[in-house]
Structure formats: C-alpha cells, structure tokens
C-alpha cells in the first residue's frame, strides 16, 4: 500500500514537473497549445485552448502565435496548418492518427467521386487533408445539420465519411438526395446498446447523451443526442444529476470540471476489457512528448501547397457559414 502511495506521489510530481517546464517554454517561445476535450486530463490542464473539432479550427484561424502545437490527431494539427500556413504547427505524436479518417482513403474517394458528378461533397473535418482538397464544404458534428439546410433543396450531396452521423443528418434534415460514404469511428461504433440498458435499470433517473457517431441502434437509447460541445452544454444546463455519457470517455473530464455536484458514467464498449470508449490516437498525447515537441520544435506538420490551398477552400467555407450567424 505504501509503494503504491509512492508510485502515485512520484506521477503526480512527474506531472507537475512536465507542466511546469512546458508553461515556461510556452512562454519563451510565444507557442500556444490546442488540445481536443478526448485527450489526457493532464494535457488538457496545460492547454491554452480547449474544445471540440469546430472551436478548435475556429481558433486555429485566428490565433496570432508563431507556434502552434496541436494536442489531439493528424487531422485537426492538418487543419491548424492549412488555415495558418505560416505558423509552425506541432504535432507532438505523428503516429496519432484516426479511424474514421483512414476509413476513407484519398484514391478511393476520387474513385467514389467519379460515380455522382454534380453532387456536392460534404466532408466532416474527420478526413485526411487530401480528403479535404477533393471537398466543396467541411463540417464537424456541431455545425453538419446547419451546413446541410444551408444548401438549396434541391442540391444532390455527398456525405463523408462517418456513416452514422450521415445518416443522423439524413433522418434529421429528410434530404432525399444524399449518398454517405462507408466509414465509422473506432470508439464511436463500440458501444453496446445491452450494456446502456442495463445502465439505465441501474440508475433510472439518469439522463443519455450519445454523440451522432454512434450507431443509429445505440442512438435510440439517448435522451439527448449532440456533438462534444452540444454535450458538454446540455450537461450543464439540464437539471438531471446524473448522466450516462455515450462518447469518447475523455469528455468525462470537462463535465466534471463544469458541474462538480452532478454524476457522469461513462458507457462502456461492447467488450469491456478492451477499453474502447477512449480513443487510443488522443491518448497517445502526453505531457512527455508535449515538452519533447515544444524543446525541439518538431515534429512539424507540413502540406504541400497545391493541396493545402484546395482543402483552405472546403474550410475556410465552413468557418464562413458560422460567422453568418
Ligand atoms: P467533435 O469534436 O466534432 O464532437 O468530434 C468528435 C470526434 O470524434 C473528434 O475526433
Ligand atoms: Fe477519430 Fe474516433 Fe478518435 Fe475521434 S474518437 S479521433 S473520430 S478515432
């Protein structure tokens, strides 16, 4: 018992350590972090800016820093680099990829493309940056239903790459005319609807979130369906105490921070010894590899410029829309 109070001593002052030695090279350096509410509480801690998909491009967009250091997967360090091409944009795991996006490789989209000419390609910012240069409009799931009403009745779209959520906005918006490609995510698809019910039983009076990435089948057990911010907002504003939260575990942190007297439990995956209600890409932040990224400035993302200027056009239309507001 005592060695384990110890292990725990000398990772708590690990943390505070590695903390400290990041705030000060932050500071040297004029950098400023990013970081996605999936990722380690402890990286989330040393993080200028926290959010979901959406508020992190948005502030991508308008940071002035010349170092940004994206504390989350490729695709939204991509995105950081495509709105700011000037800034060094860190990436402190290279390898921190995403499921969903690799679910929809480049070559088979422009394959895929070739089959609906005249359609509209909607792609969530889950996507590869190539993925994004073959794009008319991105969304995240906070702002997908608005982007789809926002285009004419009678515009064919096609949807990528999570079918789940493509799917939720077809049901939601009743267009009649949209394909969605194929894909899911990982974390998102491993929920068990059995083991939310028998949740449920447990604590009767407790409110279901589930984020529109989880099957339709797992759907229909929330209370309340909604992106990662739209989430943390109705877990603070609903007067429930307790809640079942059907997404990414990480988010656990931010509503506990945001409500202290209510109670989250986390949903389990279908297979309960894997640990699959956290995605392994966000985890592999660490406040190790964070100091490693600032200190050596690298690894650095880095887009070639006929890319990166045809996937600016696809988000740059998506932060348009939300500036209409
Ligand atoms: P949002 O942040 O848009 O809710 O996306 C969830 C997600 O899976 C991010 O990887
Ligand atoms: Fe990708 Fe899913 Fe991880 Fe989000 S939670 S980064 S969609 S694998």
Redesign the pocket.
């Known amino acids: 018992m005592e060695s384990l109070k110890c292990a725990n001593r000398t990772v708590t002052d690990r943390i505070q350590e590695l903390s400290e030695k990041i705030e000060k090279l932050k500071r040297e350096k004029h950098a400023v972090i990013l970081a996605h509410y999936?990722t380690l509480k402890e990286v989330q801690q040393v993080a200028d800016f926290t959010g979901d998909s959406l508020a992190l491009s948005e502030q991508a967009a308008r940071i002035d820093a010349p170092i940004l250091l994206f504390a989350g997967?490729r695709f939204m360090a991509e995105t950081a680099k495509v709105l700011s091409p000037d800034k060094k944009v860190l990436l402190p795991e290279p390898e921190a990829g995403?499921?969903?996006?690799d679910s929809c490789r480049a070559e088979d989209f422009a394959a895929f493309l070739k089959q609906y000419p005249g359609y509209t390609v909607v792609s969530y910012v889950?996507t590869s940056v190539e993925v994004k240069a073959l794009t008319d409009i991105c969304c995240t799931s906070s702002n997908a239903v608005e982007i789809i009403r926002s285009l004419p009745a009678e515009t064919k779209i096609l949807f990528a790459p999570d079918r789940n959520l493509g799917n939720y906005i077809q049901r939601i918006t009743g267009r009649p005319d949209m394909v969605v490609w194929d894909g899911a995510?990982?974390?998102?698809e491993e929920f068990s609807v059995e083991k939310i019910l028998a949740l449920k039983r447990q604590y009767p009076e407790a409110k279901v979130l589930a984020h529109p990435?989880c099957k339709q089948t797992v759907l229909l057990t929330a209370d309340y369906v909604g992106s990662t911010a739209a989430l943390l907002r109705f877990a603070s504003t609903d007067p429930s105490d307790t809640f079942i939260v059907v997404t990414?575990a990480g988010i656990l942190y931010q509503m506990e921070r945001e409500n202290p007297h209510k109670r989250f439990i986390a949903a389990p995956p279908m297979d309960s010894t894997c640990g699959c209600n956290e995605?392994a890409?966000?985890k592999m932040i660490t406040l190790e590899k964070i100091y490693r990224a600032l200190e050596q400035e690298a690894p650095e993302v880095n887009i070639e410029e006929s890319v990166r200027v045809k996937a600016e056009g696809s988000i740059r239309r998506m932060l348009e829309m939300g500036k209409k507001k």
């Open positions: 999936y997967v995403c499921s969903l996006a889950n995510c990982g974390v998102h990435e990414e995605c890409y966000m």
